[in-house]
Every structure is written in C-alpha cells, then in structure tokens.
C-alpha cells in the first residue's frame, strides 16, 4: 500500500520558517516524482514544487520562488519542503503526493497526482 506521510506543520510566527518533511513507504521510491502542494480554507488545492528522481525541482509557479525549497533523499524515502520568511497567507493544510506515474514533473499537477498523504496543518499567525 503506497503510503505518503506529511509532517512538521505548526504554529508559526510570520518571517519564521518551517521544514515539512514527506515520509514515503510501499513503492520504489525513487520511481516516481513527488510533489508538495496546499489548500487554505475556501480555496482550491495549488501546487507549489515538484522534485524528480534525480532531484531536480520544478516550481509550479514563479512566485514560489524565493521562499520555497525542496529536497529529495533517495536513501531514507523523504521530501522535505523549506518554507522560508512565512507570511499568514501561507496558512494552509500541505500535503505531499506522488505521481504514481512517472519519474518526471513534467506535466504533474494538483489533477495528475496519483497518490496523496494526508496533510499538514501550518498556521502563520502573531
């Protein structure tokens, strides 16, 4: 049973940082490209990285880049997501996925992801 576990989500004061970390289990891990997406109350699930098998990163859109950071350890079976410089508009639930797929981000999304962990809460709030 594939398995995708999100983790390190909490209360944060903002321009504090957080490393979120996706434990994944019951596939080969290095098949499949994984990414880390969020959804805040009332609006739709957006994608923010993506990281390949080989560890290249794709950033679902240009305005992540700067704060967000994404990383790939073949060996323990974990993405981590760096989450810099935190504004309260980056509370949300974030969830980690996998293609189920592919080896590649290309053309992944919120819509082509096969498999989803459940989800950490971070709260950027003073």
């Known amino acids: 049973e594939v398995q995708l576990q999100a983790s390190g989500g909490g209360l944060v004061q903002p321009g504090g940082s957080l490393r979120l970390s996706c434990a994944a289990s019951?596939?080969?891990?290095?098949?499949?490209?994984i990414g880390w997406f969020r959804q805040a109350p009332g609006k739709e699930r957006e994608g923010l990285l993506c990281?390949?098998?080989?560890?290249?990163?794709?950033y679902y859109a240009d305005s992540l880049k700067g704060r967000f950071t994404i990383s790939r350890d073949n060996a323990k079976n974990t993405v981590d997501l760096q989450i810099n410089s935190l504004k309260p508009e980056d509370t949300a639930v974030y969830y980690c996925?996998?293609?189920?797929?592919?080896?590649?981000?290309?053309?992944?999304?919120?819509?082509?992801?096969?498999?989803w962990g459940q989800g950490t809460q971070v709260t950027v709030s003073s």
């Open positions: 990281v390949n098998t080989v560890g290249r990163s794709t």
């Open positions: 019951g596939f080969t891990f290095d098949d499949w490209a």
């Open positions: 996925a996998a293609t189920g797929y592919s080896w590649s981000c290309y053309n992944s999304g919120p819509d082509r992801m096969g498999h």
